[in-house]
């Protein structure tokens, strides 16, 4: 698998999965009628130093992106010192170690580009192996809104705000 940074026409590959993920209400919470175009606008055309990468499966040529990840700044000004990121994989790839290789990427990337941390802001408590994974990369909970998140399964559940400092 590679890592490579995302090109507008990937946006065709990553829209399935992307739209299915924010359709399922489990773990974003991002409308679920979302059209293609606006959420073309919210994941790939993002202001620098903010940017979008893809997961490539080099095996698969009929589906070889299986994952992206947007990283950017936390906050504007007096925030912009610590990162944030968000992170779709393609559900039928679970598991196979792709969230793991994003992650490493972005912690990596918030390394290289001088962030003094990385916060998620909202990490659906339910959603247990991202809770997980972000774990054993070293994010810790730092915080939880409690019933912040309506899932379509479980009903009102909490955010998690996750944070892992530089280095």
Do not use: C
């Amino acid at each position: 698998m590679q890592i490579r940074q995302a090109q507008p026409d990937d946006w065709a590959s990553i829209w399935p999965f992307f739209q299915r993920i924010v359709a399922a209400e489990e773990t974003y919470a991002y409308d679920p009628d979302i059209d293609k175009d606006s959420a073309e606008r919210l994941w790939m055309q993002l202001e620098p130093p903010a940017h979008t990468v893809v997961a490539v499966d080099d095996t698969d040529p009929a589906k070889p992106i299986v994952g992206s990840a947007t990283m950017y700044p936390n906050r504007p000004g007096p925030g912009s010192h610590i990162a944030s990121a968000s992170f779709m994989v393609d559900p039928d790839r679970h598991g196979k170690g792709i969230g793991r290789a994003l992650g490493e990427y972005v912690i990596d990337w918030a390394n290289r580009n001088g962030y003094r941390g990385i916060q998620f802001n909202a990490v659906v408590e339910t959603n247990t192996a991202a809770v997980r994974l972000w774990q054993s990369l070293g994010f810790r909970i730092i915080g939880t809104v409690p019933g912040a998140f309506r899932s379509r399964k479980h009903g009102y559940v909490g955010l998690h705000v996750m944070f892992r400092e530089a280095g």
